[in-house]
């Protein structure tokens, strides 16, 4: 079972460049979420998706973009990086998460250490 | 604002110790409670906490939820150096502020 697929595992970019940070799972979760990790600061949301053609922001939206063209697929769009994004990024799936639901455990890919200089 | 806290921030203990993890949250429309490990890559599942008073376990590790003082504590008992891990706490509420502590650093020393 793959799960969940980030790639790439490592990424350094100039400033004002932009990327993309693919996401793949292949658990039919509706749910996924892009967070990032920053010393002392625990996991902070980016963006959200609950399901296909649905998208939110989280708490640190800015800077990111994304898209869900399919249940499968979740990318996080860099539009024009900067030092401040130097971070590891997770994805993440759900089963099942709002306010209706018991907010399932996120299953997270390996992460994506992003250095930006 | 939704708030979770996690304490100690870092712990250190020899194999064999027993450690106390604590999590409290402020969070609107709380439902559960959810601990996972991280080691060096993803963060990987533990326990989910709905239920106040109810205490889940696996193996040594166990964890319980007192939602009347708004917080959860998981414990170890006898650590193994295997054990060492970033302890990451989360309180998922409103679905836009899905909330995680800053976690416990726990180093287990052989």
């Known amino acids: 079972n793959a799960g969940v697929t980030q790639t790439p595992k490592f990424q350094v970019l100039k400033t004002g460049q932009s990327m993309t940070l693919q996401c793949a799972q292949d658990?039919?979760?509706?749910?996924m979420s892009w967070y990032r990790q920053d010393p002392g600061m625990g996991l902070r949301l980016i963006h959200y998706?609950?399901?296909?053609?649905?998208?939110d922001q989280g708490e640190v939206p800015n800077g990111y973009n994304v898209s869900r063209s399919t249940t499968e697929d979740f990318p996080l769009r860099l539009l024009s990086a900067a030092p401040s994004q130097t971070s590891v990024y997770f994805c993440a799936s759900s089963y099942s998460r709002g306010p209706s639901s018991y907010n399932s455990p996120l299953h997270f890919g390996n992460g994506t250490r992003l250095t930006v200089t | 604002e939704d708030k979770v806290v996690q304490s100690p921030l870092s712990l250190v203990v020899h194999e064999g110790d027993t450690v106390t993890l604590n999590c409290s949250y402020e969070?609107?429309?709380?439902?559960?409670l959810l601990w996972y490990k991280q080691e060096k890559k993803a963060p990987t599942f533990l326990f989910m906490l709905?239920?106040?008073?109810i205490e889940k376990k696996s193996g040594r590790l166990s964890s319980i939820l007192d939602k009347k003082e708004l917080f959860s504590i998981l414990n170890i008992t006898a650590t193994q150096t295997g054990d060492s891990a970033v302890y990451l706490c989360e309180a998922p509420g409103s679905a836009r502020q899905l909330t995680f502590g800053s976690g416990t650093q726990l180093t287990v020393l052989p």
């Open positions: 969070v609107t429309n709380f439902r559960s």
């Open positions: 709905t239920s106040s008073g």
């Open positions: 658990m039919n979760h509706e749910y």
């Open positions: 998706s609950v399901g296909a053609g649905i998208t």
